[in-house]
């Protein structure tokens, strides 16, 4: 019998040297370092997954304080199997044969984000986010580079715990948005008549006796009465009197508009910008009264700018130039309402830092002519156009709308220039004794300078012909 326990306890002491405590059976298992003297330990166990540990002192009995987090069973005096079931935090006890406390283990489970940390390193490897689990939940931190590997870290984590999921991530890089939008348009308008009216207007070119004579005048002026491009010739013969008034007139005109609005904002956020004015508008209210709205006229630009990735920028667009027209304007006896020119566009665009696009574009040639002529008479080979009176209109426009987008950090105030910098008052000296007034210095720089620098005469636009 002596010998039986003391191979036993040979054995056993073989047993004990050969296996190395707290060591993981598998290659997923966590280790647990269980403390004699009745200090706590942490056990992390992912949620539906299995943790086996090893105790380097045997235990006789196991206990759960909530089994609804973690199950565990033995598998001999020395190893544990651990469930995690829900996430939270639990309590492990661990009691030898007499009864005595050996140690108390805590043990946190915890949704498993090993797979959610590889594919995020997979679909994100340059970004550096840090993934940490919260009760039954996922925290993201860290910096983004942009707004876009932001959402989509987000929406990978939504996959593993829906609805909860913290986002702690902050985006890092330039996030305002500078848009210049520029207004270019050209408009060009001809008009050429040619006619010939007859009539016993001129019968004071013509002299008092019987005799046979002619008389004529071309207009040089511009009056009602003499108007320009006309000539009046006078015939008499006997007591018959012909007049005949001649008319040639060509009319030309150019009309170029520029407006080239500025503005900034930051990444999602909308900006809105406004010169112009607001005409009153009179509205027909129930029970007859009448009340006054405002519409907006001028320069009006919305937008609104998402730094999607890197310099990558999306543009969503509202852009408009508005004038009021007379011409068109509406008016019923009481009051006159003007109508109103305008000229806008509403879009949705990408472009990288610094580049441009023609988001919108409009060429336009309208051609109407008339020909009016005295029956048979104006079918007469060359003298039929002194029977004839013609005249066309010609109206050609082009309208493009340039958009350019840049990603812009704050400067220094001195740094800025301002339209007032280039204006120098007078002093009483040169106002009072030289008459002089306020200088102002032609800019060089920028758009103003390139405005500056452009020569007015000569042909605008790409339809003029």
């Not at 990735?309 to 003007?338: C, K, P, R, W």
């Amino acid at each position: 019998m002596t010998y039986r326990r003391l191979i036993g306890a040979a054995l056993f002491g073989l047993a004990i040297a050969g296996v190395p405590a707290l060591a993981p059976i598998s290659a997923q298992a966590e280790a647990l370092r269980v403390v004699r003297n009745g200090t706590e330990s942490v056990l992390n166990v992912p949620m539906n997954r299995a943790v086996v540990v090893e105790s380097d002192t045997p235990f006789a009995e196991l206990s759960i304080a909530n089994p609804a987090i973690a199950d565990i069973s033995s598998l001999s005096d020395r190893s544990i199997y651990v469930l995690g079931k829900a996430p939270g935090a639990t309590t492990l006890t661990l009691l030898d044969a007499s009864g005595r406390l050996i140690t108390n283990v805590e043990v946190r489970v915890a949704p498993d984000i090993s797979e959610f940390k590889e594919r995020l390193r997979q679909i994100l490897p340059s970004e550096k986010i840090e993934v940490r689990t919260a009760n039954d939940g996922i925290v993201l931190s860290g910096t983004v580079s942009s707004a876009q590997r932001l959402q989509r870290a987000l929406d990978l984590a939504q996959r593993y715990a829906p609805e909860r999921v913290s986002n702690l991530m902050t985006v890092g890089g330039v996030q305002q948005v500078m848009l210049k939008v520029r207004f270019a348009e050209m408009q060009r308008s001809v008009s050429k008549s040619l006619g010939a009216t007859f009539g016993d207007t001129f019968s004071a070119f013509a002299s008092s006796s019987n005799d046979v004579g002619i008389a004529g005048a071309i207009a040089s002026g511009s009056s009602m009465s003499n108007p320009m491009g006309t000539m009046s010739i006078g015939i008499k013969v006997g007591h018959v009197e012909l007049g005949m008034l001649l008319e040639a007139l060509e009319t030309k005109g150019v009309v170029r508009t520029l407006a080239e609005p500025n503005l900034i904002s930051l990444s999602g956020q909308e900006a809105k910008f406004l010169a112009g004015g607001e005409y009153p508008i009179p509205v027909s209210q129930e029970g007859g009264t009448v009340t006054v709205e405002f519409k907006p006229f001028g320069v009006e630009l919305n937008f609104i700018p998402r730094v999607i990735d890197g310099d990558l920028i999306n543009l969503e667009l509202q852009a408009a130039v508005s004038s009021l027209d007379a011409t068109n304007a509406y008016s019923d006896g009481t009051f006159t309402i003007t109508a109103f020119k305008r000229r806008e566009t509403s879009t949705t665009v990408e472009l990288r830092d610094g580049e441009s696009f023609a988001v919108a574009g409009l060429l336009q040639d309208d051609f109407q002519d008339n020909n009016t002529q005295v029956p048979w008479l104006g079918d007469i080979p060359v003298l039929g156009a002194l029977f004839r009176s013609a005249d066309y209109q010609r109206s050609q426009s082009e309208l493009v709308i340039i958009v350019t987008a840049h990603l812009v950090t704050p400067t220094r105030g001195e740094a800025l220039a301002l339209p007032t910098d280039r204006v120098k008052p007078p002093s009483e000296k040169d106002l009072f004794l030289f008459g002089r007034v306020a200088k102002e210095k032609a800019p060089t720089r920028g758009a103003a300078g390139e405005v500056a620098k452009q020569d007015f005469s000569g042909s605008y636009g790409y339809v003029l012909d």
